[in-house]
């Protein structure tokens, strides 16, 4: 696994959307297990002295303490990631936050998607992920506070210790959303097994303790 030299980095930007920032882990289809452990902020502004899109990590208490929402001009600084394909955001240790412009006004929608103020890890904790379609995160459910791209560890060799990475959509929204659609099934590798797939029936457990419309 390539480690990379990392560098503290300067951006500044227009948020375009906040999602949480999650790990998830999963070991064939006996277990998905997701941890809550801040939120990606997602810019479209200068980063590194380049312009582009791109997300930056942070805490939870920094999310409390800017609610940073939709439209909101920001600045900081953050350090570039270590292992790439471990972390979907581009940065993280974000520091130095400070608020160019607030919004100048929340533009009202009806849901879908959300639009609102973040909820905390412990009420993303308590409600649950189903699998998100990456088409639907990446278009219509982009904003929604509910939308959230994983970064997710595979264990392939429980033995020897040894992980697959990759990134994968989930949804911590109502049930009854009608934007929602699962998308294809996941499959889920283990050295020298073909591979689990992971058809939804985890999404019912991880979501058991919500009702429909909740
Ligand atoms: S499917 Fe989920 S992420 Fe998409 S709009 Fe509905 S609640 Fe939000």
Redesign the pocket.
């Known amino acids: 696994m390539a480690a990379y030299h990392q560098r503290k980095i300067e951006w500044r930007g227009r948020i375009i959307s906040v999602q949480p920032r999650t790990r998830v882990w999963r070991y064939v289809t006996d277990n998905r297990t997701h941890y809550h452990i801040g939120y990606n902020l997602f810019l479209d502004g200068t980063a590194d002295g380049y312009e582009r899109r791109f997300a930056v990590a942070i805490s939870e208490a920094q999310q409390q303490s800017g609610s940073f929402s939709i439209g909101d001009e920001i600045k900081g600084t953050a350090w570039e990631k270590q292992y790439p394909e471990r972390e979907f955001a581009d940065y993280y240790r974000a520091g130095a936050l400070r608020v160019l412009n607030h919004a100048s006004s929340v533009v009202e929608t009806s849901?879908?998607?959300?639009i609102m103020p973040l909820p905390d890890m412990q009420t993303y904790e308590g409600r649950g992920a189903?699998m998100?379609?990456l088409s639907?995160?990446k278009t219509?459910?982009f904003p929604?506070?509910?939308?959230?791209m994983s970064n997710v560890e595979i264990i392939w060799d429980f033995d020897k210790k040894i992980s697959k990475y990759r990134f994968e959509s989930?949804?911590?929204?109502?049930k009854s959303?009608?934007?929602?659609?699962m998308g294809r099934p996941r499959a889920v590798p283990y050295k020298g097994r073909d591979s689990a797939l992971d058809e939804g029936w985890l999404d019912d457990l991880c979501t058991e303790g919500r009702d429909y419309d909740e």
Do not use: Q
């Open positions: 849901p879908p998607p959300w189903r998100l379609s639907l995160w219509k459910c929604c506070v509910w939308a959230s989930f949804c911590y929204g109502p959303c009608k934007l929602y659609k």
